[in-house]
């Protein structure tokens, strides 16, 4: 299986059980809630890097 991690939270992420995914600049991205994905949403440029640390959005 492929490693996904959430970019929002750096949660491992099973693609199959995702909970939410979004595809951004042709790459696709899984997370582990409805609340992480629509945090992506917003600001897809500040997540997508990988540079963030961890941690759910409150």
Known sequence: MER?????????????KA?????????RYYFCSPRCREEFER????????SRSGGCPS
């Open 4 to 16: 996904h991690v959430d970019p929002v939270c750096r949660m491992d992420v099973d693609p199959a």
């Open 19 to 27: 909970r939410g995914e979004s595809e951004y600049e042709g790459k």
């Open 43 to 50: 600001e897809p440029s500040r997540y997508a890097g990988g």
